[in-house]
């Protein structure tokens, strides 16, 4: 992150945390990040950015929340990339919300838009909206969250077992740095169940740690919540004195992980001695910041901007003009992680972006989402 302003990130957080409490009293209200320019508000909750003329039509997004910066970075690349390519852009946002994301998704189709994308907020209960825009003659595609059915003409998402594997591996291999073998007190502040990505990143940290019997595994349930993730972290420490290392399948439950372990004056930098090995998924920019500063050893990269910039390409580059996402090996220099293949999957053409892990190595690179959303779009918590 080597343009990353210096700011106070416990200012951010502050700021953060409060937007969080606004959205929890304000039920549906979209929320937009600091820098951007908040977008004009429609019926349906969402943001409307109009190119200033028809163009080739509109993009309608279904979006399933803006309470986390890497939903906001999903829409604003989505928006970018939709524009540039000459289409109106607008979203609705249904708050984790399964019945309402429907409603919305369908009150799109009556606009006629010319493809709708969408992050399901519920991989099943989505399926009948989309069965609905098939009839109509609406393409449609989505992103991080695949659906369990449905005609889709293009989904990008994440291998999210493979990540908590990864995340648990750069625990390992730095506890055999420290130790000479992998033992210690591992925390995983795991997420809710009831998502299946953190379940997948939680099955993934499970089968590592398995192999390893001198790690004291302490798997804590924290539902990807900030606050309960800080009090997990602080239980944990108040029965065992001492964290070896920690880990939460997010980065914003990682910051109560953070303020536990700054709070109980066990918050050291990589190096220092009693430094607790801190890793984490998902890779935002206030990851990068402290991994560049020292406090996080490591985060596994999913590439939010890359998933609504990737939607809106092959919608136009092969949808809207009635040709197939190719079966074949995607490639583009400009990603970090320069090609993922492309498959037939359940519900038509499907990627899979591989994670990557972020350190102190290579975090200045341009081409992580987190540096993209921070430095180029303007995006702040």
């Known amino acids: 992150m080597k343009h990353l302003r210096k700011r106070s990130f416990a200012a951010l957080i502050a700021v953060f945390l409060l937007s969080l409490a606004i959205s929890a009293c304000g039920g549906g209200q979209q929320q937009t990040a600091g820098g951007s320019t908040p977008p004009q508000q429609n019926e349906q909750g969402g943001g409307t950015s109009p190119s200033g003329s028809n163009g ?9 929340s803006l ?71 609406i393409p449609v595609a989505i992103f991080d969250t695949p659906t369990t059915g449905g005609n889709v003409s293009f989904t990008v998402a994440f291998d999210n077992y493979k990540a ?50 001198n790690i004291n595994y302490l798997a804590m349930p924290a539902e990807g919540d900030m606050r309960k993730t800080q009090d997990v972290a602080l239980n944990a420490i108040a029965k065992y004195k001492t964290l070896d290392a920690v880990h939460a399948p997010s980065d914003n439950p990682a910051m109560g992980l953070y303020e536990a372990l700054k709070q109980t004056n066990q918050l ?4 220092e001695e009693g430094h607790v090995i801190f890793v984490t998924i998902d890779a935002e920019p206030i990851a990068l910041q402290r991994i560049q500063e020292g406090w996080y050893d490591a985060s596994i990269n ?3 901007v890359a998933y609504g910039e990737l939607v809106i390409e092959m919608l136009d580059k092969y949808t809207l003009k009635g040709q ?19 498959k037939e999957g359940q519900t038509g053409p499907h990627m899979v972006i591989d994670p990557y892990v972020i350190d102190s190595t290579n975090v200045d690179n341009d081409a992580h989402w987190g540096n993209v959303a921070w430095n180029k779009y303007g995006l702040r918590y």
Not at 56 to 64: E, F, T, V
Not at 103 to 114: T, W
Not at 268 to 271: L, N, R, S
Request: net charge positive.
């Open 56 to 64: 080739k039509g509109l993009i309608a997004l279904s979006h399933k």
């Open 67 to 137: 309470n986390y910066y890497a939903f906001v970075a999903m829409q604003e690349a989505a928006k970018r990339k939709a524009e540039e390519l000459g289409y109106q852009f607008e979203a609705s946002v249904a708050d984790f919300d399964s019945a309402k994301q429907t409603n919305q998704f369908i009150n799109f189709i009556s606009k006629k838009p010319a493809a709708i994308i969408s992050d399901p907020n519920d991989s099943e209960g989505l399926v009948t909206a989309i069965d609905k825009a098939e009839q109509a003659g």
């Open 164 to 213: 908590g594997e990864m995340a648990a591996m750069e625990i390992v291999k730095r506890l055999e740095q420290k130790y000479g073998e992998a033992k210690g007190n591992v925390l995983n502040a795991y997420g809710a169940m009831s998502s299946s990505a953190w379940r997948a990143r939680k099955e993934g940290f499970d089968a590592v740690m398995k192999k390893y019997p």
């Open 268 to 271: 050291k930098k990589v190096g």
């Open 302 to 304: 999913q590439d939010c």
């Open 324 to 342: 197939k996402v190719p079966i074949e090996t995607y490639k583009n220099d400009s990603y970090f992680w320069k090609e993922a293949p492309i």
